[in-house]
């Protein structure tokens, strides 16, 4: 049996593979739009099967079809891996005549044999993929059909790239929002969000009639250790309190940056005894923490304060009056202690 011919690479090959990762996600996507798509594409050349496909380094994908199943192939196996060679259509009207195509798998195993294809052709002249039609039947398409099959393509990279831009705006609206909630030094929320959140959660917790609690967390001398080891030093130190933090607590707690070395932690459907016990285990695992920097390792406490809202609670500032009243008892303490008021 004579061996499979291996598909050329286009000269652009590596700036084409650049471009179809623009288009990323898409082909996960079995969307009904590009599945109505092949189904015109069917339609108008008259023929049972028609594929969008995307063409990545090995493989061809099928990303909508009408006809067949979507599949995987090699590269190699893949008529469209010839017509993204050229501009414009190809067509073989009888893929057993033709070299490239006679020993595919297509041909030999499905009994496919007739082949149509054009470019789905970024603004930038890359050709990312096909619209293809396919028959069991050896036979040309008329020039009509030719037409209207390159219009269609023109169509489908159309809505490509509609999709791709979505999924851009949609990246970029979370990152957005992500970078306008969160403190980029601790990694927890800025203290906007963390208002906005504490305040949505009195509410709820109001309607429920369930607990909330709420801890105060201020680190010990910290401006000692800023003197001592310099500013980065103080913020590598906040940034890994701001670590243990975020990864002590439950999905449904918030942790916000309330001041400068102060964290703050709202814990709804919490109790006092809950919300101490877990103040108790960030003050612990704050204490034991060694964080290194330039060679040195530097440790810190942290005192914190630690309230429950009353039934008769004004608001936001009334809890975080109260925290603070506990925190500035536990710093009177002796620091490193964790107080409920
Ligand atoms: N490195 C760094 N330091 C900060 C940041 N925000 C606030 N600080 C410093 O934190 C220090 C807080 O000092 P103080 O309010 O006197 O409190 P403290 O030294 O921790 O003392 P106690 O709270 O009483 O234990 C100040 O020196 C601030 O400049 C920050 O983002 N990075």
Redesign the pocket.
Known sequence: MEAMISVPRPKNESERLAALRRYRQLDRVAEKDFELLTKVAAEICDVPFALISLIDDDHVTSVASIGMPNAVLARDEACCSWAILQDGLLEIPDLSRDQRTARLRLMTETGMHMYAGTSLSTKDGFHIGTLCVLDKKPHSLNNHQRELLSGLARQVMALLDLRAHEQMLMEALVREQYLASVDM?TGLLNRRVLFERFDAEIDRSRRYSTPLSMALI???????I?DTFG?AA??AV?SSVGEIVKTSIRSSDIAGRYG??ELCVVLPQTTAEGAYALAESLRKQIEESMISIDGKTITVTA?IGVTTMQTNCKGALQILNAADEALYQA?HAG?NKTVLG
């Open positions: 030094l201020d680190l010990d001398h910290f401006k000692s800023n500013h103080g913020d906040l400068g070395e005192s710093k620091r």
